[in-house]
């Protein structure tokens, strides 16, 4: 059974800092690209980051230059470091994880971000 399970949301002051996890089960992690998407209230989900398998990374222009994704396979884990957050960053954050290969994406249940003052 595949699990994603996404943790360190929470409410932080404009500026601040939020550290995002999500550790995965039942899957070959190191084989899937893996991404971070965002839906605020009446919004439509969107893109935050990615990356491959291989490492490389791709970033939303909203975020450049203060989100950064890593990922530690060995801990099948993906990290999204959020630096300089704003108001309208504020939203329900999703991790998933793909393989076009093989036909196979997964979401997780998603963790609530707000900045607010």
């Known amino acids: 059974q595949v699990q994603l399970v996404e943790s360190g949301g929470g409410l932080v002051q404009p500026g601040g800092s939020l550290r995002l996890s999500c550790t995965t089960s039942?899957?070959?992690?190191?084989?899937?690209?893996v991404g971070w998407y965002r839906q605020a209230p009446g919004k439509q989900r969107e893109l935050v980051a990615t990356?491959?398998?291989?490492?490389?990374?791709n970033y939303a222009d909203s975020v450049k230059g203060r989100f950064t994704i890593s990922r530690d396979n060995a801990k099948n884990t993906v990290y999204l470091q959020m630096n300089s957050l704003k108001p309208e960053d504020t939203a329900l954050y999703y991790c998933?994880?793909?393989?076009?290969?093989?036909?196979?994406?997964?979401w997780g249940q998603g963790t609530q971000v707000t900045v607010s003052s």
């Open positions: 039942g899957i070959t992690f190191s084989m899937y690209g």
């Open positions: 998933n994880v793909w393989n076009l290969s093989w036909g196979r994406n997964y």
């Open positions: 990356i491959s398998g291989l490492g490389n990374t």
